[in-house]
Structures are given as structure tokens and as C-alpha cells.
């Protein structure tokens, strides 16, 4: 083996590729002066995200020794499920049912803890091309060649790591669109009646699906710079993307009118979401694909809780290969198959299949309507709170 730079190269400082670095750092902490990240912006950097956290994202950033309250947040007492503005409604009495972040503040935050830990992350590059030879991995940047012992690839939904390795591998894309709007005083109702100002509540509404858009419209409170706002946006797994379908912007633009606002006169922002599927392939030898590039949730398109999952099981898996001097990773996707991580992708996926198939209006109806008990329950269970059970 010739020049190799660090033992371990991360591609991607997001919260994939920190959870790692972090996790190993605190499971292995021989291996922190090995760990090299690579990212390809300055911290803090833009990030479209609507910045939702759930509950377990805080259990793994506090098992880190971590407390996310650190960073300017927004807490959501309530969150909706909708279908056409009636339907579900969480509540935790114990805790917020969201916490809602800016990714620009979250991101940094979370670079700077690890920095403080000892953890190198080298901003300004970006990977060009990767080549896995038999006993290291070239790295090619902006900056240089690098070699590595391994890769973990956490560079997002686009990134070059998964198009390298796994050239053939099928990809699953959410389209999204974001806006950021002032917020209204609450409550104030519109010349026809609608609601203007939602609080502090989140809301999903699935009232697109019978028109083929196999996702949802959603409106969280959040805050930029200090200044409260509102963030609204609508996902489309593009599940039913082989049907006529509206515009994707029509659906945001009718749910935006129903409280007040006018979509035209706001910046419209979008950005792809990969997936999670079963069948898809997390790794090859001596290169292993987390968050995003591995496949996040295919429901809500939630990713940063299941980037942070990804994480602790890439850490613990190549703390193992270090400790067995195997780099195969061939343990990879079975290790994180059987994770609480694993068991909720997969339930995910398997929801998503039924939820977004079955898309006429009486099934959307009688979904978020009539069996909201049973969603409730069934999303307490089996989608959320995985993150107890996550080797
Ligand atoms: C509009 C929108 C709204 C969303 N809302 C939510 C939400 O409310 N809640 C939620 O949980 N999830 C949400 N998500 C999903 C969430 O943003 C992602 O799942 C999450 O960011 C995944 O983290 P990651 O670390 O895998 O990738 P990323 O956060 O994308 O990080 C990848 C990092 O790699 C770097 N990088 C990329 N390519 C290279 C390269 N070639 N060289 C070097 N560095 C590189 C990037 O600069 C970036 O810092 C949303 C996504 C979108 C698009």
C-alpha cells in the first residue's frame, strides 16, 4: 500500500458523514486521528431542508453527548396528518412532536463538535471520481489525488460516491420543492374563511395523491436569523410518475392560497431525495454508502434522523473491519437490515408501496380520516422510535 493519506476518508460533511465520524470517534477512538473528511463547501453552507427533527435524531445526537437545543430551533407542540384539511393530529405531553432547525446553523453545529473532538474535516474539496483498487481506494479531487484504506460515502442525494462504486445500482427520486414565508399573527382568518396563521403546528397534507402526486403538501413554523417564518413545501416520490400528473408547484400554490399566501411571489426552491430500497446495494469492498447516498425514508422523505442512524452502523462496521483487518464490508447491509434503522426503512418502504399505490380519494379519505386511531398507533410503533433499538 502506497501514500496513504488517512485510513479513513469521508466524503460529505453533512450529518451522514459527521454521525459517523462521530460515532467512530467515540466507539473507536484509536481511529480518530485516521478519519479524514472531505466537503466540499465552507460550514456554514446552504442546505435546503425544511429542518424538521423528530425525536430520534435527539436520542442519537444525545447518546453522542449531544444537546441539539444548542442550535436556534423552533419547537412544534403538534403535528397533522391531513387528508384535504382534516385528519391526524400528534401530540407528545412530554415533549415537542418536532423540533425545527435551519440546516446552515444544525450542519455547522454539528462540524464543530466534531472538530472539537479531534476529528479533521478539510472544507473546499470536492471528489471528482473515486477508484477502488485491491488495497486502497483513490480519491480524486479539485485538490489532488488522495488514497484511503476506505471510503464512506455521505455525500448526499446526488453524490459521486454511489455513481462510482455502484454505477448500475437503480435510483429511487423524490422530487421536493420548498418556500419560505413570513409568518401571520394566529389566529386570523382569510376574506374566505381559511385560516391564515397556523401557530406553532406542523402539517402534512396527503390531498395530492389522488391526482398522482404520491407524496404531500406540508407547512412547518421556522425561524431564519432570529425572524419566525414559515417553511412550506411539497414531496413527490414519483411513485406514480408513469400517470398524467399536475405541475408539481400546483398543488403548493393551492395549499399556500388556502391560508393567504401567493406562491408566485416567493423564490421556489427544489432538490432530489434518494431513497431508501430493500433491494438496492449499501456497499461494496472497502467502500460504504450512508445517509442520502444510501436511501433515506421514502414516505415523508425525512432524512437527517435516518442519516444520523446510518451513522452509528457504519461506525460500528468499520470499527469491526478495522479490528479484523477485513474490508469487504460484505456485513454491512445485513448489519443495518436488522437495526432498528433497517427494520424502520423497510416498514417505510413497505407503507409507502400501499399508501401512494392505493391513491384514489375514498382510500386517502378513510386513511388519515377514519382509521387515524390505528395510523397513530401504527406510526407510534413500527415508523417511529427506532432509534432505542438501533444496533
Ligand atoms: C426540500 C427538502 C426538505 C427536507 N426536509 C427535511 C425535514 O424536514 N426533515 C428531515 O429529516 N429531512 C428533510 N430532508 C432530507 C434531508 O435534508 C436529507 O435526508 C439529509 O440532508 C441527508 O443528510 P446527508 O448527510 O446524507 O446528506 P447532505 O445533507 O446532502 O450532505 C452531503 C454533504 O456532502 C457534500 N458533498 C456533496 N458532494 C460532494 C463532493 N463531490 N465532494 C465533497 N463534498 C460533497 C455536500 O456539500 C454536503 O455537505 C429534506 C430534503 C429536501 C430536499
Known sequence: ??????????????????????????????????????EKAHHPRPKLCAGGLVLDAEVILERLGLDVSEVPHVDVDRTHFEFAGKGLSLRNPLRQTLRVIRRNEFDAWLAKKAQSRGIEITEGVTVKNLVVEKDCVRVDTDQGQFWARIVVGADGSNGITRRCI??????????????????????????????????????????????????????????VNGVPMRCWGVYDTNLLADEKRPQLKDPLAQEMSRHGFNLGEYEIKGHPIRWYDPKNPVSVPRALLVGDAAGADPIFGEGISIALGYGAIAAREIGESFQRNDYSFSGYKHRLM????????????????????????WFQFLLWRILKPIVGIAGWLFVLNWSKRIH
Open 166 to 223: 455502484l454505477p448500475d445500482s437503480p435510483v429511487h427520486t423524490a422530487r421536493v420543492l420548498e418556500v419560505l414565508t413570513p409568518t401571520l399573527p394566529s389566529p386570523n382568518f382569510s376574506a374566505t374563511g381559511g385560516v391564515l396563521g397556523r401557530g406553532q403546528d406542523a402539517y402534512f397534507d396527503f390531498f395530492p395523491v389522488p391526482a398522482n402526486i404520491a407524496g404531500y403538501v406540508w407547512d412547518f413554523p421556522t425561524q
Open 1 to 38: 500500500m502506497t501514500n496513504l493519506e488517512r485510513d479513513i476518508f469521508i466524503l460529505g460533511a453533512g450529518p451522514s458523514g459527521l454521525s459517523t465520524a462521530l460515532h467512530l470517534a467515540q466507539h473507536y477512538p484509536h481511529l480518530t486521528p485516521r478519519i479524514r473528511i472531505l
Open 338 to 361: 436488522r437495526s432498528g434503522l433497517g427494520q424502520t426503512l423497510f416498514t417505510r418502504w413497505f407503507i409507502t408501496q400501499v399508501v401512494y399505490t392505493l391513491k384514489w380519494r
